[in-house]
């Protein structure tokens, strides 16, 4: 069946950086969208990052410059570099792939940064 597994998340100072990864698995990787959400406390979930499968990045305008999506096709693995972070950045981070192939996005469980000093 189709998983998708972040780590990664963590405490870090503000001015710090984090790297998130989504290791997935169950379905063709190449065939699908693959995106970072995050959602703060009481607040909507809201799209970070998206790739492409035309290899197309996509950044909300509060990351960009900041964050920098990439995947490793070979381990069908999803990264979320995050430099710079600020307190705003706080939240639950979430990976989700949009497949083609089943017409429906998955999502992982969640992994948490929090942005403090």
């Known amino acids: 069946q189709v998983q998708l597994v972040e780590s990664g998340g963590g405490l870090v100072q503000p001015g710090g950086s984090l790297r998130l990864s989504c290791a997935t698995s169950g379905f063709a990787f190449g065939n699908a969208v693959m995106n970072w959400y995050r959602q703060a406390p009481g607040k909507e979930r809201e799209l970070v990052a998206r790739i492409r499968t035309d290899g197309i990045l996509v950044y909300a305008d509060s990351v960009k410059g900041r964050f920098t999506i990439s995947k490793d096709s070979a381990k069908s693995t999803v990264h979320l570099q995050m430099n710079s972070l600020k307190p705003d950045d706080t939240g639950v981070y979430y990976c989700?792939?949009?497949?083609?192939?089943?017409?429906?996005?998955?999502w992982g469980q969640g992994t948490q940064v929090t942005v403090s000093s």
């Open positions: 989700s792939a949009w497949y083609y192939g089943h017409g429906r996005e998955y």
